[in-house]
């Protein structure tokens, strides 16, 4: 009574390279576009706190941390 796991493969799956040649140079370039605007898009939203940190500390009158975390 043992299940079976069936592995699916995600997204689009191209069988035979025919799928593959089918594919016009505009749909690889949304796609890529698209894939690029993603990761940009977590690296902006886990990278610009630490970018502001970093530039306060590395200014002219050097503040302290707590300085430049708190809110006043």
């Not at 069988?15 to 594919?23: F, H, L, T, V, W």
């Not at 898009?41 to 610009?48: E, Q």
Request: with cysteine.
């Amino acid at each position: 009574m043992a299940s079976r796991v069936s592995l699916k493969a995600k997204g689009k799956s191209s069988k035979g390279s025919k799928a593959a040649e089918d594919r016009s140079a505009s749909e690889c370039l949304k796609e890529w576009t698209t894939w690029a605007m993603r990761k940009a898009k977590v690296i902006t939203h886990y990278g610009f706190i630490p970018l502001v940190i970093i530039i306060g500390m590395n200014s002219d009158p050097k503040p302290p941390l707590s300085q430049l975390l708190s809110p006043v």
